[in-house]
């Protein structure tokens, strides 16, 4: 691994794993509203269901209300999700604005106040709270984005790396790997709410450009395990399992459209991850097979995981471990590193197993070679090995004839024939028995033949 690499993978792992300390507040509680056109003088005399750090009902999505009671100082309260569609704060009755650039809705609470938080989830009910005393606040603001510059900025460089390799070596699974890496990178991005902060408040196009995301996420990982993989040399039904799985998720997609249910939405991101589970199945089953799939199943078992706790968990309202995007992309710098060079392990080890081939090929064509020659020299000796078998009756008794010295007219009058045809015989005799002259049939020339 190159230094640099690992100088950016060491502040990367230092901005996550030394991060400020949140602050616990003396009352946390949620109602979920019946109705979006509940007020809060309607909702304070409610019953509140008590949590700690976030709220966790996966489907069962809509309006809600969450009620915070301050400590004896001020903070800054954080809803750190991108699913948010609107998010409104209360404090004494009144409402108030959120703090200005920050990536999820952050609201500034004076000390011993209790605070009413309006929250629409469109898609998953899943509300972690975050309380910072402002100095801290800052700093996590800032880790943050400096965690974001850095983790985009090296996956652009791997990106760019892997498709200078794609170029330069030709070898496809260095493009697959790049789009799987831009399309997995998309839906982080969404995820962290940088998108939010480009659309604003628009969610229908929000969520359109999500399920397009997890759609070509699956697509792009499909292409590539079926290339990095050879899935069709081994098992071509997984490929068609793949395929089907896609097809799935597209129709998901067009049923979200015409339906607008977030059910649909659902099955898009659970078929997603199914996509990505059944190729890492598919790997761990090829694992004793060859080297470059030890390599996939070791890359992707950390992230993987912690993209099941992130993405599955709270939309199912499972328990999950608190996993955020920042651990995301920590397991994503590993499988990067690692995957990339894997699939510079894979190239290698097949352009190995290319020149073995050309040799044994060439090995292979020196044989026929040679026994081409020897079978050409056998030939050449059975030509040469002439027996009277090969002779007709007429050939033999001129043979005879012209071994014991007769000429052609005498050779005709024994035999009754004429002149031309003893010489049409002759010449027949000359051909098979590869001599040029009459000198050459000597007396006992016919026994010598075999």
Not at 55 to 61: I, K, M, S
Not at 113 to 134: D, G, H, Q, W
Not at 198 to 211: A, C, M, Q
């Amino acid at each position: 691994m190159d230094k640099k690499l690992k100088r950016i993978f060491g502040v990367l792992t230092l901005l996550i794993l030394f991060q400020p300390l949140c602050i616990k507040a003396q009352e946390l509680g949620y109602y979920r509203a019946s109705s979006s056109n509940e007020t809060l003088e309607q909702i304070q005399g409610k019953e509140f269901v008590t949590f700690t750090e976030k709220v966790n009902q996966g489907g069962e999505n809509g309006v809600y209300w969450l009620k915070l009671k301050n400590s004896s100082e001020d903070v800054v309260c954080e809803l750190a999700s991108a699913q948010l569609s609107e998010t409104k704060c209360y404090i004494d009755g009144e409402r108030v604005y959120g703090v200005s650039g920050t990536i999820f809705p952050s609201f500034r609470i004076p000390a011993n106040k209790m605070v009413y938080f309006k929250v629409t989830c469109e898609k998953e009910a899943f509300i972690p709270v975050r309380l910072f005393n402002s100095a801290d606040f800052n700093l996590a603001e800032n880790q943050n984005l400096l965690s974001l510059g850095l983790y985009y900025g090296f996956t652009l460089l791997v990106i760019v790396l892997n498709l200078f390799f794609f170029f330069s070596m030709k070898e496809r699974s260095f493009f697959h790997y790049s789009i799987f890496l831009f399309f997995i990178s998309a839906a982080i991005f969404q995820r962290d709410g940088l998108l939010h902060l480009i659309l604003g408040n628009d969610s229908l196009l929000s969520s359109d450009l999500e399920i397009i995301t997890y759609f070509f996420v699956a697509l792009s990982a499909t292409i590539f395990a079926i290339d990095y993989l050879s899935i069709e040399r081994y098992w071509k039904e997984y490929k068609a399992l793949l395929v089907l799985i896609n097809v799935g998720i597209l129709l998901s997609y067009i049923l979200f459209k015409f339906t607008d249910a977030f059910f649909w939405m659902k099955m898009s991101e659970l078929l997603s991850m199914s996509v990505l589970i059944v190729i890492w199945f598919t790997g761990l089953m090829l694992f004793s097979k060859n080297n470059y799939s030890k390599f996939f199943v070791l890359a992707y078992f950390a992230v993987l995981f912690m993209a099941c706790d992130f993405f599955i968990a709270p939309l199912m309202g499972w328990p999950n471990l608190g996993i955020t995007t920042k651990y995301l992309k920590i397991g994503g710098v590993m499988e990067m590193l690692l995957l990339t060079y894997a699939v510079v392990y894979r190239m290698r080890g097949i352009h190995k197993d290319h020149k073995l081939m050309v040799q044994e090929l060439f090995n292979y064509t020196n044989q026929l070679n040679s026994l081409e020659e020897e079978l050409e020299k056998l030939n050449e000796g059975q030509e040469n090995e002439i027996t009277t078998s090969s002779l007709s009756r007429r050939e033999i008794e001129i043979l005879e004839l012209i071994a014991a010295g007769k000429i052609n007219k005498e050779i005709a009058e024994e035999l009754f024939i004429s002149v031309n045809t003893v010489k049409y015989h002759t010449k027949k005799l000359y051909a098979k028995l590869h001599i040029k002259s009459r000198s050459e049939i000597q007396p006992g020339f016919v026994q010598s033949l075999t």
